[in-house]
């Protein structure tokens, strides 16, 4: 019997960097699976480099929380109706929608109702709040992969077609990971203390969290001066954003600030200082005992924390269903609490234990993800052909 030639049609939107290497992973094991494949939509520099063909520049997708959606919203519709039209006169075999869940639950909707199969991959937190957009997504979606196995129960107990995958981090980064290698190539000293502080990779996280954790950083050196600083910035524009609240601030730090190289600064770093997010979750990974603070603008507060579900707001926390790190949001996001917590840790003989915690969740978020995603997409597809 000879093999089909028509290549399978499929379309992916990410809509900002961490979807894209998501994106990325997804693409590489795909084409594993499937001979021969078109591919369309949305996506960054990483899935590109994977031959992904992006209609439009993904910053043009790039917003926070409900105010910056709000303001982007005309552009946003007009991006989704493109899509739209697009695929209902030129239908892909499968769309599957990247985390994004403003923009991609809404399309979705509309191309399943077109007879596209539909898969999202990154639930939406409706573990944390507004449970009820469960129904929104069972009428969305003919497939949802979740990164975390709470997710997977809360779905199957409203009959949503769901498979836990683990999480493409939890693969990629090792379960020892020996921390000196990275020190000596930043520029550090095995006897040094290190904080890593990640305030963000966003200019709208930059600009509520940045002066924050330099205060906290200028607090933490009265106290212990010999302490040194690692920041990792995402891009150019948002290193001299902080650059320049460092000048502003006028304190005299030891700290460098690094292109990129999270993962190298948590590696290379005692103990973090990360905003909350998924750097929690990448610093969790390598084992790093740290502090977590969050804040954002009054409206997303005043809207969203009525609605919370969950007594915390970092993954580890939530991995682990108790408190593992400290947390400190919004009105408690203050200097003194932050850096008093610091310098306990830095005096606790209590990370070793909290370490083994890590490891042991690591281990269970480690399912080859991609591998599982993608052969659950193939299998997704086969079903509709027999």
Not at 30 to 45: D, N, R, T, Y
Not at 292 to 306: D, M, Q, R, T
């Amino acid at each position: 019997m000879e093999t089909s030639k028509t290549p399978t049609r499929i379309a992916i939107v990410a809509g900002e960097a961490s979807g894209d290497l998501l994106g990325a992973g997804l693409i590489r094991e795909l084409k594993k699976h499937l001979p021969l494949i078109e591919w369309m939509g949305i996506g960054g520099p990483e899935m590109i480099r994977e031959g992904f063909n992006s209609l439009i520049n993904i910053q043009r997708l790039s917003v926070m929380g409900i105010s910056d959606t709000l303001l982007h919203y005309p552009k946003l519709l007009q991006i989704r109706k493109m899509l739209n039209k697009e695929w209902k006169k030129n239908p892909p075999d499968v769309f599957i929608g990247i985390d994004y869940p403003y923009f991609n639950l809404s399309l979705e909707l509309r191309l399943k109702k077109l007879g596209i199969k539909t898969v999202h991959l990154v639930s939406p937190k409706i573990w944390a709040w507004r449970q009820k957009r469960v129904f929104y997504i069972k009428e969305a979606v003919d497939l949802m992969l979740t990164l975390f196995p709470f997710e997977e129960n809360l779905y199957k107990k409203y009959d949503v077609p769901v498979r836990y995958i683990g999480h493409p981090l939890a693969d990629q980064i090792e379960l020892n990971i020996e921390a000196e290698p990275v020190r000596k190539q930043l520029g550090f000293l095995p006897q040094d203390k290190i904080i890593s502080v990640l305030p963000g990779s966003r200019a709208s996280e930059i600009k509520y969290m940045g002066p924050l954790f330099i205060d906290v950083m200028h607090e933490l050196n009265k106290h212990m001066p010999e302490l040194q600083f690692v920041v990792p910035t995402a891009n150019a524009n948002l290193k001299a954003l902080f650059s320049e609240q460092i000048q502003k601030k006028g304190y005299n730090l030891k700290l460098k600030i690094l292109d990129g190289q999270s993962r190298e600064a948590l590696i290379a770093a005692d103990f973090a200082l990360v905003k909350s997010g998924t750097a929690t979750l990448e610093a969790m990974l390598l084992k790093r005992p740290m502090v977590v603070a969050f804040k954002w603008s009054a409206l997303n507060h005043a809207i969203i924390a009525p609605q919370l579900k969950i007594p915390y707001i970092s993954l580890p926390n939530i991995l682990a269903n108790q408190q593992l790190i400290p947390e400190f949001i919004q009105s408690e996001a203050l200097v003194q609490p932050i850096a008093h917590k610091i310098l306990q840790l830095f005096q606790s003989a209590a990370s070793e234990a909290l370490k083994t915690q890590f490891a042991s969740i690591h281990r269970h978020l480690r399912q080859n993800a991609n591998q599982q995603a993608a052969l659950a997409i193939s299998q997704l597809l086969e079903s509709c052909r027999s």
